[in-house]
């Protein structure tokens, strides 16, 4: 059997240290320690998790473009970049839960948001379901993008394509980039991973659980057979807050393409309304008034329930 074919096993045991998975600024750099609670000090961190088969190199730039007031912390999955010598996840369960941990070790877990390409909008999802069971806070912002809701995963098989038609498949998404022969010797280096990666997805089922109490933000794109712009829409019962969702134009690895300042200016204007400083009120005056009558409490109406340029490569780090 290829290598490239062999089924994807467990991750690696015993589990990495939780440096590991946010490699920072420079190579094998753990992310600077965060501000404590309620110091009101330091930046916003959106906490960016790569799409299947990717790394975390996807993101560099992003802080630059986001400005002063965010902290972008790339998310180095197992099996490529800085960990290429560990075995990838084949299952969403024990990645959601480690990545989760690592979060809190890394004092992460707090004054953050989430953001997810196709495969990473799933697992940052995940993560913050995982973080809100642990009683941890749940994030700022969950920013999902090219990926359909949770609930309409598991309809493919991409994983049992052969390597031929596995490449034919991420050229025709997009993914090759304008260079497909140079991208294409990138990517048979990733089909491994990306086997294991397809596998995360197509075997998840989406467990029900309440909605998530923060406001969310999706972006589709007009070319992505993957993500539709209604199973995208779908988020939207994800979510007991408001959702705002964005139909770029683009195929599905529209965050590297010409869409990929309207995804970064849309992040950007998002971001500045948990940054930006209230301006202090002053007090009304107080004028004596009659006690009011007490009200009955308000009941808020239950969530919805799911149903069951030249653009860069998407493989060269």
């Known amino acids: 059997m290829p290598l490239t074919q062999r089924p994807p096993g467990p991750a ?3 589990r990495p240290p939780a440096a590991a998975w946010f490699p920072g600024p420079g190579p094998g750099a753990a992310p600077a320690p965060a501000p404590a609670r309620g110091t009101g000090a330091g930046p ?3 906490i960016c998790v790569p799409y299947a088969g990717g790394t975390a190199s996807v993101y560099r730039g992003w802080e630059t473009a986001l400005g002063a007031d965010v902290r972008v912390v790339p998310v180095a999955l197992p099996g490529r970049g800085p960990r290429l010598r560990e075995r990838p996840y084949s299952a969403m369960h024990p990645l959601a839960r480690d990545l989760a941990e690592a979060l809190v070790d890394c004092e992460l877990a707090h004054d953050y948001a989430l953001f997810g390409h196709s495969m990473g909008a799933l697992l940052a999802y995940e993560v913050a379901c995982e973080l809100r069971a642990r009683g941890h806070e749940t994030p700022r912002h969950l920013f999902v993008s090219g990926s359909a809701a949770p609930h309409l995963y598991g309809d493919r098989r991409d994983r049992t394509l052969s390597d031929a038609d596995l490449r034919q498949l991420v050229q025709d998404l997009g993914g090759l980039g304008d260079d497909p022969a140079v991208a294409g010797a990138y990517l048979d280096r990733r089909l491994p991973v ?4 397809l596998t995360v997805c197509e075997e ?3 467990t029900p659980r309440p909605p998530l109490d923060c406001p969310m933000t999706a972006f589709s794109a007009t070319r ?4 539709t712009r209604p199973a995208v829409e779908a988020w939207r019962a994800y979510t007991a807050g408001s959702l705002l969702h964005h139909h770029l134009d683009g195929d599905h690895f529209f965050l590297n393409g010409p869409a990929r300042p309207a995804l970064l200016r849309a992040l950007r204007e998002e971001l500045a309304r948990h940054t930006a ?6 007090p009304a005056p107080r004028t004596p008034t009659a006690p009011a009558p007490t009200a009955p409490c ?7 329930t799911p149903e069951h340029a030249k653009r860069d490569s998407s493989w060269i780090c």
């Open 194 to 197: 990306l086997r294991a990666d």
């Open 204 to 206: 998840y089922r989406w």
């Open 277 to 282: 400083p209230t301006a202090p009120t002053a």
């Open 12 to 14: 690696t045991t015993p």
């Open 44 to 46: 916003l961190r959106l």
């Open 298 to 304: 308000a009941t808020s109406p239950t969530p919805p």
């Open 224 to 227: 992505d057979p993957l993500a």
